[in-house]
Nanobody, 119 residues
Framework: QVQLAESGGGLVQPGGSLRLSCAAS????????MDWYRQRPGNQRELVAT???????NYADSVKGRFAISRDNAKNAIYLQMNSLKPEDTAVYYC?????????????WGQGTQVTVSS
């Protein structure tokens, strides 16, 4: 089981930057795939970015070129650097860990951190 806790959200003006962090517990952190999701008001939760245990990354089209996901296995943490923020990036951001247990994929979610982009 992996427990997650996000931090770093807040209020930022359009065009600004924020860096979200997700701290994880558990000794097998380096072997799990990590995701950032967000849930905008009135919308379903959507995948924003993924980083595999090998460091491969993938992004939603809406954030490509503006957001960057990274991980530090020594600190059991992942990060989401968000640049050139837009009002439509306003959402609650969640990190998710997922790993295989035999033929089953298990996952764990953090509690979320609010990001508000507004002037």
């Amino acid at each position: 089981q992996v427990q997650l806790a996000e931090s770093g959200g807040g209020l930022v003006q359009p065009g600004g930057s924020l860096r979200l962090s997700c701290a994880a517990s558990g000794s097998a952190f380096s072997t799990v795939t990590m995701d950032w999701y967000r849930q905008r008001p009135g919308n379903q939760r959507e995948l924003v970015a993924t980083i595999t245990s090998g460091g491969n990354t993938n992004y939603a089209d809406s954030v490509k070129g503006r957001f960057a996901i990274s991980r530090d296995n020594a600190k059991n943490a992942i990060y989401l650097q968000m640049n050139s923020l837009k009002p439509e990036d306003t959402a609650v951001y969640y990190c998710r860990a997922r790993w295989r247990w035999g033929a089953v994929t298990l996952d764990s979610w953090g509690q979320g951190t609010q990001v508000t982009v507004s002037s």
